[in-house]
């Protein structure tokens, strides 16, 4: 390339400075002859300028450090753009223990997660038995030098998944001498403390010695929170926020039912805790404040080595090797009977039955008819609390050789990943033995008897046990590349072209428990999966100046998959500075997401579901709001005949730099998506069961209670028991948005500088259908998708110290999941207000080889925000800011 050329260009990217890198300098000093060509994400050719035709946004490691994260996904947590999927936080979830993201509010599978530019294996878990993705726990913060992320649509440069955009976290290279850091954060009540070491060698320079080994070490552990320390959770009694009653009416000693009177239920003789009328349900019970543990104990280490030899000239071999075992263990509640248990009274011998205390409409219950059916609420509160211990174990092995071959920078590897998981959930309860033993319990034939305030061991340990769950996903990778950066001269710039072939193979074998599986396990489901797949790719790409100041990105990438398919995917993207303030870019592209391995060829699938609102019974019933809220268990299958989830990704975007130290950017996004895979909405079946044909045998229901129906009248279907809901190619998705990002620094003279950084992720439209032949309708300005999201930081640096305060906030909301959830009648137009939290921060370089950082994320301890609707029943915040102010410190020291 020409020294003119170069400072022309060289001069066009300082001057439009791409506002969307974190740490990017204002300016570029680098002699022109040192300059180096990188590989910026979205892209296989390597160029000199950060800027090109699509923004994308890397995190450098001093912002990882200075934003007080300790695991990767509270890092992305923190950004206007990435909303959390999974925190690991959840022991109930078939994908228990795991971290996940998206982008635009999409799914995780729809976000392709990279590291050092290659993709890994797939957590063994699927989440919702259905949606394969990244376990990012598997991503040891302390490895990560950077991280960028391309919000747009990438198929035609990296296939499958890459429909939101994609995220590729990048470790050091070729890297001399020792580093190690330390991070200790805790909460401000004292529970949920995080501690992290790490420590990083590097030996050996690939230019003096033709070698390098870099070697990285890392541990983490963090603490369990409860809910009785902190106030928002401390009482489960969540009406004071327009939530429900979730305090336990399952022990010391619990409550019953009549089924077949359908009167009010009471209190078991004897409560221990508090005798109250239940506002949900009418029934006066004995309520129990229980802690409850928040989020699991959480262990983790990993190792990692990338050894780089240099052999003659511009070759070397290469191999990455990485090891990573985590363990989460969390308390999943008391173990209990079946929820649906009727035990038939007829012919008991217990005197507890022969006059049982009670209220009744006319104050005149004597006790249980004989040949009542009983319904028992009791925990099995004699035993330990129910655990499930979730151990991930990953292995990566990339090895390969990069190099010249004539003009064209060339690459081959091989890579092999592994997760493997398992998970022991301690104390389940067979259903069959235990419902054995409270029915001889109730007719006095030595069983467990729901009377007695403490039941024997010998009585409660036969009913409980150890189910074992293990999954395995493999993921193996073949893969060739070669670029050519100035292939030719046109239009007086260079051409740069790169092409490159895949081939991978693709595995999960999830293995469940046969009891779950046989449904003999009380609350709980199981999904199973054993499938493979093999993938074949062939890609091309070409960088383009059509004029001086304009560049164009034209991409194409085909992938055959051995089971559903092919799939072919262009791209077209422009960058124009007309002016060395300005630069104009846009995009369009077309993105596909394969069916997941789960999706096609599961074989059961069968879990309590999220909340559903059954209003044909609650209409009658009188239950309202968070009152209607039923966990039917959920029974999917998988498809062979799903086809690819299609979408058509276009941006237009425009950075400005007027004036020195002050940079703008607005990008325009559209995601139109068709063809998406879904499991029928349950909420959908359950409204339609007896208007659409065959929906209403998707629906399990207990039998129906005819002494229940003539005290309500309209009530005539039973309580809702399973939902078969069936993943067929139905939905489509129409998303539009705004990427909103300005800086600015001010000199003070000689005193530092002020640092200011507005980011905004502003929503113009989110439509969605998740049913046959429906028409997309707005899911906008609901609790799961805000209108905007914002981070705004002041900075002021002095020297080599900074200390910054960061706001973040989402906007207000309807008091609802999906808008379109219409029949509750709780719904109005009441809204949940907006929720800012500031963080805190303060880093310095003490020393050439020291770095403190000190900071205190929700320094305000600002309270979490409450949604109240049948839907969603719980806290909007993620985690660190529902149990409010967290302090942390961390240190970096490079030894000489």
């Known amino acids: 390339m020409k020294k003119k050329f170069l400072a022309s260009a060289i001069a066009a990217i300082c001057l439009a400075h791409n506002p969307l890198a ?61 909303s959390v999927q999974l925190t690991g936080n959840d022991g109930n979830s078939f994908a228990g223990g795991a971290a996940s993201v998206g982008l635009r509010g999409l799914d995780a599978k729809y976000t392709l997660i990279l590291l050092n530019g290659r993709r890994l294996a797939n957590y063994g878990f699927a989440n919702g038995a259905e949606n394969t993705f990244v376990d990012l726990n598997n991503l040891p913060l ?47 009540k004292g529970d949920g403390g995080t501690a992290s070491a790490s420590l990083t060698a590097g030996w050996g320079d690939l230019d003096k010695d033709g070698q390098n080994l870099l070697l990285t070490v890392d541990v983490f552990r963090r603490n369990p929170l409860w809910s009785d320390k902190h106030d928002a959770t401390s009482s489960r009694d969540f009406r004071r926020f327009g939530g429900s009653d979730q305090r336990s009416v399952d022990r010391y000693l619990g409550t019953l039912r009549d089924f077949s009177s359908g009167e009010p239920g009471f209190p078991i003789p004897g409560c221990r805790g508090s005798v109250e009328v239940s506002s949900a349900t009418g029934d006066l019970s004995c309520f129990n404040n229980q802690q409850k543990q928040l989020s699991p104990k959480i262990l983790r280490g990993g190792i990692s080595a990338i050894f780089t030899k240099k052999l003659s000239g511009q070759d070397e071999l290469f191999a990455e090797a990485g090891f990573n075992h985590s363990e989460s263990s969390i308390q999943t509640g008391l173990p209990s009977f079946d929820s649906a248990f009727i035990g038939n009274t007829a012919g008991s011998t217990n005197p507890g039955l022969a006059n049982l ?60 990943n592994q997760n493997r998981i398992k998970e022991v959930d301690s104390n389940a309860v067979l259903k069959d033995v235990s419902s054995a033993s409270l029915q001889s319990g109730l ?83 199981a999904t199973a999966s054993n499938a493979s797949r093999s993938l074949y790719s062939l890609y091309g790409e070409f960088n383009v100046p059509l004029m001086k100041q304009v560049e164009m990105q034209l991409a194409l990438r085909g992938d055959h998959y051995s089971d559903f398919g092919n799939s072919f995917n262009p791209k077209i993207a422009l960058a124009w500075r007309p002016s060395k303030e300005i630069l104009l870019r846009g995009s369009a592209t077309t993105s596909f997401k394969a069916p997941t391995l789960p999706e096609l060829h599961s074989t059961t699938a069968a879990y309590v579901g999220t909340a559903i609102a059954d209003f044909a019974r609650c209409g009658p019933l009188g239950y309202v709001g968070p009152n209607c809220s039923y966990y039917p268990k959920l029974s999917i299958v998988g498809n062979p005949d799903l086809k690819a989830e299609k979408a058509n990704n276009y941006s237009l975007g ?105 980011v905004n992720d502003y929503t113009l439209s989110y439509k969605q259908s998740t049913t046959p032949g429906g028409a997309p309708a707005s899911k906008l300005d609901s609790i799961s998708h805000p209108r905007w999201s914002n981070s705004f930081r002041m900075a002021y640096e002095y020297a080599s110290t ?95």
């Open 443 to 525: 007719l006095g034939n030595g069983g467990y008897d729901p009377f007695a305030y403490w039941n024997p061991a010998s009585v409660v340990n036969p009913m409980l046990t150890t189910t074992e769950r293990v999954a395995v996903s493999r993921l193996e990778t073949l893969d060739w590349k070669m670029s050519a950066p100035e292939l030719f001269s046109f239009n007086g710039g260079p051409v740069g072209f790169a092409w490159g072939a895949q081939a991978s193979h693709e595995s999960i074998d999830d293995h469940p428990d046969p009891r779950n599986v046989a449904s003999n396990i009380v609350n709980s489901g």
């Open 22 to 82: 974190f740490g990017a300098d204002q300016t570029d000093t680098t002699p022109t002859d040192n300059l180096q060509r990188i590989t910026v994400t979205g892209s296989n050719i390597s160029r000199i300028n950060k800027e090109g035709p699509t923004a994308v946004e890397i995190i450098k490691r001093d912002e990882i450090e200075k934003s007080g994260a300790s695991t990767v996904v509270e890092l992305l947590g923190k950004l206007p753009s990435v």
């Open 654 to 758: 425009i950075v400005l730099q007027p004036l020195k130290g002050l940079s703008a950017s607005v990008d325009w996004y559209a995601i139109k998506q068709r063809n998406t895979i879904q499991s029928l909405d349950p909420q959908y079946i359950v409204d339609n069961e007896d208007i659409i044909p065959g929906y209403a045998a998707l629906v399990g229901r207990d039998p129906r209670n005819p002494a229940l129906e003539k005290l309500h009248p309209g009530l005539n279907k039973g309580r809702l028991n399973t939902i078969t809901t069936p993943y067929i190619n139905v939905g489509k998705t129409d998303i539009q948005g705004l990427d909103i990002d300005i800086s600015y620094e001010l000199p003070l003279a000689g005193w530092g500088k002020l640092k200011f950084r507005e």
């Open 357 to 416: 205390p009670g209220p009744s409409p006319d104050g005149s219950l004597q006790g249980f008819t004989p040949g009542d059916r009983l319904q028992v609420f009791r925990g099995i509160y004699e035993a330990a609390p129910s655990q499930v211990k979730i151990t991930s174990d990953t292995i990566r092995l990339v090895g390969g050789w990069r190099g010249l071959i004539g003009n064209w920078d060339s690459e081959g590897a091989i890579s092999l």
């Open 802 to 896: 900074e200390v910054a305060l960061t706001a973040r906030t989402q906007s207000s909301t309807l008091n609802i999941d999906d808008p379109t959830h219409t029949q509750d009648p709780a719904i109005t137009n009441s809204r949940i207000p907006s929720f800012t939290a500031w963080d805190l921060n303060l880093n310095t370089k003490v020393s050439k080889n020291l770095t403190l950082n000190f900071g205190v994320n929700n320094v305000f301890d600002k309270a979490p925000v409450y949604a109240s609707t049948s839907y969603l029943n719980d806290f909007v915040q993620g985690q660190n800011d529902l149990i409010g102010r967290y302090i942390y410190a961390n240190m970096r020291y490079q030894f000489q």
């Open 142 to 188: 302390a490895a990560i030098e950077s991280v960028e992320i391309l919000r747009d649509g990438a198929s035609a440069i990296y296939g499958s998944d890459a429909v939101a955009g994609v995220i590729n976290f990048k470790t050091k290279r070729n890297y001399q001498g020792y580093e190690t850091s330390a991070n200790l954060g805790t909460n401000e």
